[in-house]
């Protein structure tokens, strides 16, 4: 099974689905997507990006003690008191064990597949996903009503951003469809493919000076974004060294958007997301 995504969404078509009452709204989470698989005889977790990564989890072994079964539960992987990129890091699949903070990690839930019925409408899933009351997790709240106050709240609390979906809309594994499903982030960060380097000049001469990225445009074709350059003196070091740490693995980039021409606007490197494949890196 694949997640269902979502459409970005830009503000002038903000108002619309503010107003629209087809469309609920709730906080988007930053962190790592993932699937929950429970039934009688498995339990796994399984990023976007299709890895396993349950071994890194053994606090949230307790999930599979609840008595609904045969359920696929769609989160976000997050931790109010780690980064982003801490995250990230601790969850990359490659890891052996888990470290000593992976129990600050725990699952916002959003969506709930039962029984592989994906045609049940967004409104009447997320009724049976209330209805589950996990403990230790967060069930992400819904907005039928005051959907401004909402979007404000998340603003000025400087969250990642918001979410609108369509009551009546269908499970729809792996599609990213209009009318359905849109996202709107207050902080600008995209999913790219680290490309290539390219040689650093003054005090990094002889080192990786700036990464050449690249993302898939909207018939399928990869194509050149732009340079950014950012990162800590201990990850340009190991983009010098050890590039292969990095070069065809997808990172998360911050920048300003796009320009005219489709390149990011002073774009930043923010740490590499393992969860994700080249496929997710996507111009918006």
Same mark, same amino acid.
């Given at each position: 099974?694949?997640?269902?995504?979502?459409?970005? $969404?830009?503000?002038?078509?903000?108002?619309?689905?503010?107003?629209?009452?087809?469309?609920?709204?709730?906080?988007?989470?930053?962190?790592?997507?993932?699937?929950?698989?429970?039934?009688?005889?498995?339990?796994?977790?399984?990023?976007?990006?299709?890895?396993?990564?349950?071994?890194? $989890?053994?606090?949230?072994?307790?999930?599979?003690?609840?008595?609904?079964?045969?359920?696929?539960?769609?989160?976000?992987?997050?931790?109010?008191?780690?980064?982003?990129?801490?995250?990230?890091?601790?969850?990359?699949?490659?890891?052996?064990?888990?470290?000593?903070?992976?129990?600050?990690?725990?699952?916002?839930?959003?969506?709930?597949?039962?029984?592989?019925?994906?045609?049940?409408?967004?409104?009447?899933?997320?009724?049976?996903?209330?209805?589950?009351?996990?403990?230790?997790?967060?069930?992400?709240?819904?907005?039928?009503?005051?959907?401004?106050?909402?979007?404000?709240?998340?603003?000025?609390?400087?969250?990642?951003?918001?979410?609108?979906?369509?009551?009546?809309?269908?499970?729809?594994?792996?599609?990213?469809?209009?009318?359905?499903?849109?996202?709107?982030?207050?902080?600008?960060?995209?999913?790219?493919?680290?490309?290539?380097?390219?040689?650093?000049?003054?005090?990094?001469?002889?080192?990786?000076?700036?990464?050449?990225?690249?993302?898939?445009?909207?018939?399928?074709?990869?194509?050149?974004?732009?340079?950014?350059?950012?990162?800590?003196?201990?990850?340009?070091?190991?983009?010098?060294?050890?590039?292969?740490?990095?070069?065809?693995?997808?990172?998360?980039?911050?920048?300003?958007?796009?320009?005219?021409?489709?390149? $990011?606007?002073?774009?930043?490197?923010?740490? $590499?997301?393992?969860?994700?494949?080249?496929?997710?890196?996507?111009?918006?």
């Amino acid at each position: 099974m694949k997640h269902m995504l979502a459409v970005p $969404l830009k503000r002038a078509d903000l108002d619309k689905f503010l107003m629209d009452e087809n469309y609920v709204a709730e906080q988007k989470f930053s962190g790592i997507r993932a699937f929950i698989y429970k039934s009688p005889s498995y339990f796994k977790i399984i990023t976007r990006g299709g890895h396993d990564i349950t071994h890194l $989890l053994p606090h949230l072994q307790y999930l599979n003690n609840y008595k609904y079964n045969n359920i696929v539960l769609d989160c976000e992987l997050y931790s109010p008191s780690l980064t982003d990129a801490q995250v990230a890091g601790f969850l990359n699949y490659r890891k052996d064990t888990p470290t000593k903070y992976n129990h600050l990690i725990i699952p916002a839930f959003f969506d709930v597949i039962y029984d592989n019925d994906t045609d049940m409408p967004y409104i009447e899933r997320r009724k049976l996903l209330q209805s589950y009351s996990l403990a230790n997790t967060i069930t992400v709240a819904l907005k039928e009503k005051d959907k401004r106050e909402l979007f404000d709240r998340m603003k000025k609390d400087k969250k990642e951003g918001i979410m609108f979906k369509h009551v009546n809309s269908p499970y729809l594994c792996g599609q990213r469809k209009v009318g359905h499903w849109y996202k709107y982030k207050f902080s600008k960060t995209y999913s790219c493919i680290i490309g290539g380097f390219n040689e650093g000049k003054g005090k990094f001469k002889d080192m990786v000076g700036s990464i050449k990225l690249y993302q898939y445009n909207k018939n399928g074709v990869l194509e050149y974004v732009g340079n950014c350059s950012g990162m800590t003196d201990a990850v340009r070091w190991e983009m010098t060294y050890k590039p292969e740490l990095y070069l065809n693995k997808v990172a998360e980039i911050e920048a300003n958007g796009y320009t005219d021409n489709k390149f $990011l606007r002073h774009s930043r490197f923010l740490y $590499l997301r393992h969860d994700l494949s080249d496929k997710d890196c996507i111009v918006e």
